[in-house]
């Protein structure tokens, strides 16, 4: 293909302007827009599925990386005091969260790529969503403060899965945690889901006063 074709065809997106597809379609005597319009709709369906494996893909190999590299950081740091229950349960409480934000990242970088080989135009999209952002950012704050106190619990070691905790009036077992709040399940079976941010003061009948890792 030559740079002229090459140049096109990063400039149209997915509208190829010469392939073998097409090649073949006009030896059969299809003529040159109708073979490209015909390869563009057969490519279009391939690149989507190919993108989609991908984004798969990389979601997959990002949450075992992340749960290896996790593990070696926290056995490597990890008091000798701890058991290996507790260490279980703090590689568990880290890789939520952190698979939580690989997937968010992945996938949204994946939507907006979909988007255009379908060929949409993003810029519209791009600008409008920079002036909604900007508008709803004033209105974010909350979401912010949830952010940093989850990126804070985590980071503190203050609350792992399966912890036994009292917050805001609630106790109960700690079933999930993630940089944006804090799902627990209490003896009567019903499941909470607290803003990391709303948590001010919080017990901890699983946790001993020990060092952090």
């Known amino acids: 293909m030559s740079k002229m074709v090459i140049m096109h065809t990063v400039s149209s997106g997915v509208q190829i302007a010469s392939g073998w597809l097409a090649n073949l379609l006009n030896e059969f005597g299809v003529n040159t827009n109708q ?28 949450s075992k990386s992340s749960t290896v590299l996790i593990k070696k950081v926290i056995l490597r740091n990890a008091d000798n005091q701890k058991t290996q229950q ?23 970088v994946t939507i907006i790529t979909a988007l255009g080989v379908i060929g949409l135009n993003l810029t ?27 990126f804070i619990l985590l980071m503190e070691n203050q609350i792992t899965i399966g912890d036994i905790i009292t917050v805001l009036d609630v106790t109960g077992t700690v079933t999930s945690v993630s940089f944006r709040s804090t799902v627990i399940l209490d003896e009567e079976d019903i499941t909470w889901h607290i803003a990391n941010g709303d948590i001010r003061k919080l017990g901890n009948k699983s946790r001993k006063l020990t060092h952090d890792f």
Do not use: C, M
């Not at 507790?86 to 949204?108: D, G, P, Q, S, Y």
């Open 124 to 150: 519209p999209i791009l600008t409008g969503a920079t002036v909604v952002g900007a508008a709803l950012a004033f209105g974010a704050q909350n979401l912010v403060k949830d952010y940093l106190s989850g």
């Open 35 to 62: 073979a490209q319009k015909i390869q563009t709709l057969i490519y279009k369906p391939l690149y989507l599925i190919l993108i989609l494996l991908i984004a798969g893909f990389l979601t997959y190999l990002g």
């Open 86 to 108: 507790e260490l279980a349960k703090r590689v568990a409480t880290l890789t939520l969260a952190v698979r939580h934000v690989i997937v968010i990242f992945i996938w949204t």
